[in-house]
């Protein structure tokens, strides 16, 4: 059984992949500590408001624990690569759902050049976090998936409330489309790099084994010089 897919990973690698562990464990509670905070502060504002946005009222008392375990999972060292599928599917499910609530009810001004992006931050946000849980690939092909859908809701679902807002929905749509596409290049950018720094600390394990080879094989040359008998050879490392 590969040790890789066993939840007890952790114990089986080496110091210089579990620091990037912990660092990447860091990064999590970041990610989710500052929109913690955000939801908390725009559902205590909607609940005043006289016109309050379904995904606010009734998704974010759902998301809220959801942010609350995985930062106490991370605090304490969780660590899951079943947990971390589980959290893709929520991301993905979540963006989906909020551009879901954005086409079928939306909060539109009267002005036709402005149309709020809250939804379309939140599929930001949640592909963001999913580049940093699955390897580059997959996150492209589901980043990409779920960006053409979140696009299509609106004009799927409700093109004539939104028909008049054409422009002001292209602009946005735009905009997201270019965030994403940087962030999905900066995700590749980091693959490349770990797997750089990977190869380089492989050849730097392989060249310390080496010198301690070559320092066993000298002491035995001493040694069988001074004795008289034929050098040993040194036991391969495993």
């Known amino acids: 059984m590969d040790p890789r897919a066993h939840d007890l990973h952790l114990l089986h690698i080496a110091g210089d992949e579990r620091r990037s562990f912990e660092e990447k464990r860091w990064i999590f509670i970041c990610l989710t500590l500052v929109p913690f905070i955000s939801f908390t502060a725009t ?3 909607q609940l005043t408001q ?3 946005e379904p995904y606010v009222i009734y998704g974010y008392p759902i998301i809220t624990p959801l942010m ?14 079943l947990a971390e599928r589980v959290t893709v599917v929520i991301l993905a ?8 609530s954005f086409a079928l009810q939306p909060t539109l001004p009267e002005s036709p050049s402005f149309v709020g992006t809250a939804s ?13 849980l699955l390897p580059v690939r997959q996150a492209a092909t589901l ?22 807002y054409l422009l002001a929905m292209i602009r946005a749509q735009t905009v997201t489309f270019s965030v994403l596409l940087a962030t999905l290049c900066l995700a590749w950018y980091r693959q490349r790099y770990v797997e750089r720094a990977q190869e380089a600390l492989m050849l730097r394990q392989l060249a310390t084994t080496d010198l301690f ?15 008289g008998h034929a050098p040993e050879r040194a036991a391969p490392h495993d």
């Open 43 to 45: 559902y205590a504002l």
């Open 50 to 52: 006289p016109v309050q």
């Open 68 to 81: 609350i375990g995985s930062i106490l999972w991370n605090l304490l060292g969780g660590y899951s690569r």
């Open 93 to 100: 499910a979540l963006a989906v759902l909020h551009n879901l």
């Open 120 to 132: 379309y931050w939140t599929l930001v946000l949640d592909a963001t976090v999913i580049m940093l």
């Open 143 to 164: 980043v990409v998936t779920l960006y053409a859908v979140c696009v299509a809701l609106p004009w799927v679902l409700n093109f004539d409330v939104f028909r008049p």
């Open 213 to 227: 080879n070559l320092r066993n094989l000298t002491a035995n040359s001493v040694a069988s010089t001074q004795t």
